[in-house]
Every structure is written in structure tokens, then in C-alpha cells.
């Protein structure tokens, strides 16, 4: 296939899926106005709702323009020989091929990071900050984009000049050697990310003695869970929206409350989140989604090796010289449908652990709990509670709110 049709191809594949999101998004965005669900009606008060509608919109508005900018940016790139000017600007300051593609996935995630870092600045500090989530203070913000760029610069960079490394001594079979690397930095970062990670974002504490901690304790010897990590994050210092999460395995296994969270539901509430999220652990989501990744990961860098030797594939972006970063670029909007698919495909496993980890925690503590902190975290963070369907099936990683307040109120099967 010629470098042309190939091109034209590209263009095609980044249309459609703007289109595709952009219908999704109206589907959505016709049912923001229905009436709330009989089963949710205490979620929100009249105003409360009239509130969550305007959030709605809002950022549906916002996504829109974002989502335009950035199909007219990469258009705009590919069409006026963007790729071209980057390599050969790359090419310009040094020989080795490390360096070049060093350079040039450098200056373009950095340039468009740039680029879009106003539309994150009015998202933070203007529409969150006009619904009361807002926290950050843009000394926050701006040190939030450094260490970002800075972890970007040394893991990402890290990771793609072993890849280029093992393309230029191993030809075609780089991917073996690419898979075996990005599979241990998978699981380090998994084991280590509350070590490692989170650090330079946040403060973390374990959770302090006290009758929630006794709670915990009592809930965790019950089930057989050892739970030596509670963590309470300071969430707060950028948004009132309220988390939890599970991360690591082994001994570096641990749960991770934000401070909202705590500050947001009664302590029977949050032993029952946190019965949700141990549901995770014990139903074997966390090795389930590990594993997952990296399979997929391998099967992505065998596509890849198959492909990424033709020259048309980097000729296809207008550069004038073909070469492995130029292709990696090409490949990545050729496979974007096949990801789609796959991620569709992951959030489809991902909604059916929600029920089990709800259902876990229904068992072995209690449901109503459960169902209480999912309305109230819903209230506190505007939730849109009448998603159309399309958009949750491709969307949403969770159940929607009245899918899981239906689901905890089954009978659990005896
Ligand atoms: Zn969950």
C-alpha cells in the first residue's frame, strides 16, 4: 500500500472517531434533562439538581471545543508537514537514533501539552472552581505540570530508548525484548505506585487510631484480609471530589481513602468502600487487570514489529526519511480502532468487577452502607444520574448509579 493511501486512511480513522465520540456525546447529552430515576429521587435536591444539569452541560460544552481543537490540531499537523519539520529539526541537532526519537516524541508531546494546558487551566479554574470541586491553587497547578513532565521524561523516555535500543540490535524481534521490559515496569509500578508515585503528588498518612480505624480492623479480621495499609490521602488539596482505591499486591497491598472521603460519609460507610475495594483484591481483579495489560501490551508490540519495517508506514505521516519514530506515530492512529476495541472490551470487565466488588461487600458486611456513600458521592460530585446507554457502554468503567443501587438491592443469594 502507498504511503498516500495510507495517509488517507490516517485522516479517515481520526474523523471518525471524532464523529463517533461526538454522536455518543449528543445521545448523552439529549437525556441530561430527564427525570431522575424513583430510586435516586433523594440523591438531589431540586436545586441541587437544576446544579448538576448546568455541570452537565457545561462540560459537555467543553468537550466539545476541546475534542474540535484537537481534531484540527493533529489535521492541521499532519496536513502542513508537521511530523516533517519535528524529524528534521531532531535530525538537525544530532546523529543517533536514540537521541532523534528522543527528540522528536519530546518536543510534540511537550508542544501539545503546552498547547492544551489553557483548556486544563479553565477546566480547573473555572468550571470546577464555579461548582465549588475546586481546591488547587495554581502554584498547585504548575507544579503539578512539571513533575508530570518531569515523570514523563524519565520513565516514558526511559522506556522508549530501550525500545529503540532493542529495534536497532534486534531488528523485527525488538518487540520480545520491548514486551519483557514494559511487562517489569508494569508490575513495579503497580507494587510501588503508592511508594513511589503518589509521593510526589500528594501527602499520605496512615489512617490514624480511633473508632474508624477499630471498625476497619474488625471489618478486615472478619474477612480474613490482612490490612496492615490504610491510607488517608490529601485529596482536598486540589478537589472536594471524594476517592478510594486499592493498589499493590503482596505486602504492598494497601487501601487509599481521600480526606474528603472521610470527611464526606459516616465511618459505616466507608467500611463498607472499603469492603468494595478489598471485594477487588479478593475476587482477583488487580492481578486480573495486571495481567490483561501486558498480554495486550505484547500483542500490540507483535502488531507493531509486523508493520513497523515498511517504509510507507513513517512515509505516510510526510516526513521525507523514514525511520522507527515516524512509523510508531502512524501506527499508533492506524491501531487506534483496534484499541478502541479493546478498550471497550475492558470496560465492559471493568462495570461487571464493580458488581462483584459490591457484591462482596453486600456479603460480607452490608448493602444499604454501600448504597447510602454511592449517593452521597454521586451528590457531592454533580453525577450525571441518567446516562444513555450508548454512552455507558463505551464510557463508563463503573455500573451507572441505579444499575448498582438495583443490584445491592437483591436479595444475596443464599
Ligand atoms: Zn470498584
Do not use: C
Not at 452541560?57 to 474540535?68: A, D, L, W
Not at 481543537?69 to 546523529?95: K, N, P, Q, Y
Not at 487509599?256 to 481483579?285: M, N, P, Q
Amino acid at each position: 500500500m502507498s504511503a498516500q493511501s495510507l495517509f488517507y486512511i490516517i485522516i479517515t480513522i481520526l474523523i471518525v472517531d471524532f464523529l463517533v465520540d461526538s454522536i455518543i456525546g449528543h445521545l448523552n447529552a439529549q437525556k441530561f434533562d430527564d427525570p431522575i430515576p424513583e430510586d435516586l429521587k433523594d440523591v438531589y435536591q431540586k436545586d441541587e439538581y437544576e446544579k448538576s444539569q448546568a455541570y452537565k452541560t457545561e462540560n459537555y460544552r467543553f468537550s466539545n471545543i476541546t475534542g474540535i481543537f484537537s481534531l484540527l490540531l493533529t489535521l492541521g499537523f499532519l496536513m502542513f508537514d508537521g511530523f516533517d519539520f519535528v524529524d528534521r529539526l531532531a535530525r538537525s541537532l544530532t546523529d543517533n537514533p536514540i537521541l532523534i526519537t528522543l527528540i522528536f516524541f519530546g518536543i510534540i508531546t511537550l508542544g501539545s501539552d503546552i498547547i492544551t494546558t489553557p483548556f486544563s487551566y479553565y477546566h480547573t479554574f473555572v468550571i470546577e472552581e464555579k461548582y465549588g470541586f475546586n481546591k488547587s491553587s495554581i502554584k498547585t497547578f504548575i507544579l503539578d505540570k512539571f513533575k508530570g513532565w518531569l515523570m514523563m521524561i524519565i520513565m516514558g523516555g526511559g522506556i522508549l530508548a530501550l525500545i529503540v535500543w532493542f529495534y536497532l540490535i534486534a531488528g523485527t524481534n525488538f518487540w520480545l525484548y520491548a514486551w519483557g521490559i514494559v511487562a517489569v515496569f508494569t508490575l513495579f509500578i503497580n507494587m510501588f505506585y503508592s511508594r513511589i508515585i503518589v509521593p510526589l503528588f500528594n501527602k499520605q498518612s496512615p489512617l490514624e487510631d480511633g473508632s474508624l480505624k477499630t471498625k476497619i480492623q474488625e471489618y478486615a479480621a472478619k474477612v480474613g484480609f490482612q490490612l496492615d495499609n490504610v491510607f488517608v490521602i490529601d485529596g482536598s488539596k486540589r478537589s472536594t471530589k471524594a476517592n478510594a482505591y486499592f493498589s499493590g499486591f503482596g505486602k504492598q497491598k494497601r487501601i487509599t481513602l481521600f480526606d474528603t472521603l472521610i470527611e464526606d460519609l459516616e465511618e459505616e460507610e466507608i467500611v463498607a468502600v472499603l469492603a468494595h475495594e478489598v471485594g477487588h483484591y479478593k475476587r482477583k481483579h488487580i492481578i486480573f487487570n495486571v495481567v490483561t495489560s501486558i498480554v495486550l501490551t505484547g500483542l500490540t508490540l507483535y502488531i507493531l514489529s509486523l508493520f513497523i519495517s515498511i517504509p510507507e508506514l513513517s512515509l505516510a505521516i510526510g516526513v521525507s526519511q523514514s525511520s522507527f519514530h515516524a512509523g510508531l506515530v502512524a501506527f499508533g492512529i492506524l491501531y487506534s480502532p483496534i484499541s478502541e476495541l479493546t478498550s471497550l472490551v475492558m470496560n465492559y470487565f471493568s462495570r461487571k468487577f464493580e458488581y462483584q466488588a459490591d457484591n462482596y461487600a453486600k456479603e460480607t458486611y452490608a448493602a444499604q452502607p454501600l448504597i447510602t456513600s454511592l449517593k452521597k458521592l454521586s451528590k457531592n460530585s454533580l453525577s450525571n444520574l441518567t446516562p444513555h446507554p450508548a454512552y455507558v457502554f463505551v464510557n463508563y468503567s463503573h455500573p451507572t448509579l441505579l444499575q448498582r443501587f438495583k443490584n445491592l438491592k437483591l436479595e444475596a443469594p443464599k
